[in-house]
C-alpha cells in the first residue's frame, strides 16, 4: 500500500486496516520499536506462525537490527528501504521471544521480547501479525511513543467458555533497575506462577528489571471468576521507562459460546493520551462490535457523539474504571458507520470490532486520541492482506473531518 495523504487537517484522521480478522493498524513511523512478550493460554491455540512487518518511506536502503532480550548481539541484521518491505519470520508458537511458556510465566525474563533498532536513527514501521488454524491477531509498534511510565492495563472482558480464554500483560525494560509495580486490578483475580495457573494472589505485583528484560502476566478465566474483567484498568507504574502490550488470546464476547478469536495490541503511556476519540465499525453484529473506556484519573465524564459537556454524561469514571459503550451508539448497524467519545479527562480507548458477523472474528484495538499533531501521510504499510503467510481480505478506511480538504 502506498502514501495515503490528507492535506490542512483540520480535526483528525485516523487510518483503519480491517483484515478478515478484524485487525487495526495505527502505525507509529520510530528508529526505535519494543515488541514484549505475551501469552497464549495453550501453545498454537491462539498463535502460531508468526511473522514481523518492516516498512519505511527512506527510498535510500539503510540497517536494521533486531535484538532478543538482554542479548546485546544482534539476532539479524537487515537492510530496508521503501522498495525493499521485509517480512521476517518468528519461531512458532510459544517460542518464548514474542510468546512464552507457562515455565516463562510470571518471572523475570532474560531472553524474551525484542528490540528492533535503526542504529544510524532512520525511522520505519513494525508490525507483528501471527495466527493459528482459525485465530489470527496484530499488534502494531508505537515506535519511541510506546515507551512511558505510567499505564493502565487495557483489553475487554474475556466471556467465552472456552478453555483456551485469557488476559494477558507483557512488559519490557529500557534502563537497569526499573522498579515495577502492577496493582489496582480486583483482589480476587489469580494470574499464572509458571505451571500454577493461580499461583500469584497478592494485592499487588512488584519487580526489578534491567534493560532488555521482560516480564509476562496471564489471567486464564479458568483460574478465577475476578479474572473475566478484574484487571482491566489495573495501573502498572515504574520509576524508568518501559513499554508494554496487553490483550486476550483468546478471548470471546458470549460467556455461552465457545466463539473466540485472538486480539492484542501496544498502547502509549497515560502521559500520550488524550480527551477525543473516534470509531469506525467493523462487519460485526451488535455483541461484537464495542468500545472500552477506562480512566485514569477521578470523576471523568464520558460523553457520546457530542462535544457539549453540560449535556448528561454517558458515564462517569474513576482511576482504573471501565465503561463500555455499545454498538447502538454508532452513526449505523453497517460497516464504517462512526461513534464519537469525548471525556473530561484523558482516558484509554479500545475498540472490540470483528471482520464478519460471527462471534468467532472478534478482536482488540487500541485507539489513539483525535489530535491535529497526527502525521499527515502513511507511507506505507506492508502488504496488508497477508497474516503471516495466510492470504485474508484487507482494506482501508480513511477518517477525517468534513472540513478536511482532502
Avoid at 67 to 89: E, R, V, W
Avoid at 197 to 203: E, F, K, L, S
Avoid at 343 to 350: D, E, G
Avoid at 354 to 370: E, I, M, R
Wanted: charged share 15%; hydrophobic share 35%.
Amino acid at each position: 500500500m502506498n502514501i495515503l495523504s490528507l492535506k490542512k487537517l483540520k480535526r483528525a484522521s485516523i487510518f483503519i486496516i480491517l483484515f478478515t480478522f478484524s485487525q487495526i493498524s495505527y502505525g507509529q513511523l520510530s528508529d526505535l520499536h519494543f515488541l514484549p512478550p505475551l501469552k497464549q493460554h495453550s501453545n498454537n491455540q491462539s498463535v502460531k506462525q508468526q511473522s514481523l512487518y518492516l516498512s519505511t518511506p527512506e527510498t535510500n536502503s539503510f540497517e536494521v537490527k533486531i535484538y532478543q532480550g538482554t542479548n546485546t548481539n544482534a539476532i539479524a541484521t537487515l537492510s530496508l528501504s521503501k522498495s525493499t518491505p521485509i517480512i521476517y519470520s518468528l519461531a512458532n508458537g510459544d517460542n518464548n521471544i514474542t510468546l512464552v511458556s507457562n515455565t516463562n510465566t510470571g518471572v523475570v525474563l532474560k531472553n524474551s521480547g525484542l528490540r528492533i533498532e535503526a542504529p544510524n536513527g532512520e525511522e520505519f514501521y513494525v508490525n507483528y501479525r501471527g495466527r493459528s488454524s482459525a485465530q489470527g491477531t496484530s499488534i502494531t509498534s508505537k515506535g519511541r511513543a510506546a515507551l512511558g511510565q505510567k499505564f493502565k492495563w487495557g483489553g475487554a472482558p474475556i466471556e467465552a467458555s472456552h478453555n483456551s480464554i485469557n488476559a494477558t500483560l507483557g512488559i519490557m525494560a529500557t534502563e537497569d533497575n526499573t522498579e515495577i509495580t502492577i496493582n489496582g486490578y480486583d483482589p480476587a483475580c489469580e494470574f499464572r506462577l509458571q505451571n500454577d495457573i493461580d499461583g500469584i494472589t497478592a494485592n499487588a505485583i512488584e519487580i526489578t528489571l534491567n534493560k532488555g528484560e521482560s516480564y509476562v502476566v496471564e489471567a486464564a478465566k479458568s483460574a478465577a471468576t475476578a479474572n473475566i474483567d478484574g484487571w482491566i484498568g489495573a495501573s502498572i507504574n515504574f520509576n524508568k521507562d518501559i513499554a508494554i502490550s496487553n490483550g486476550m488470546l483468546n478471548f470471546g464476547v458470549s460467556a455461552t459460546s465457545q466463539a473466540r478469536d485472538a486480539g492484542a495490541d501496544q498502547p502509549v503511556p497515560e502521559d500520550k493520551l488524550g480527551k477525543e476519540y473516534v470509531f469506525v465499525r467493523g462487519q460485526g453484529g451488535s455483541s461484537n462490535e464495542f468500545v472500552i473506556i477506562i480512566g485514569t484519573q477521578a470523576n471523568t465524564n464520558i460523553f457520546v457523539n457530542t462535544s457539549d459537556e453540560t449535556t448528561t454524561p454517558f458515564a462517569t469514571i474513576g482511576i482504573g474504571e471501565y465503561v463500555e459503550i455499545p454498538a447502538s451508539y454508532y452513526s449505523g448497524s453497517s460497516v464504517g458507520k462512526n461513534m464519537f467519545v469525548k471525556s473530561t479527562k484523558n482516558v484509554y480507548a479500545y475498540q472490540v470490532l470483528s471482520g464478519s458477523s460471527a462471534t468467532k472474528t472478534v478482536s482488540l484495538n487500541f485507539v489513539a486520541p483525535v489530535s491535529c499533531l497526527l502525521p499527515d501521510t502513511m507511507d506505507f504499510i506492508h502488504n496488508i492482506t497477508d497474516l503471516s503467510g495466510t492470504p485474508v481480505t484487507g482494506g482501508v478506511f480513511i477518517i477525517a473531518s468534513t472540513t478536511t480538504d482532502r
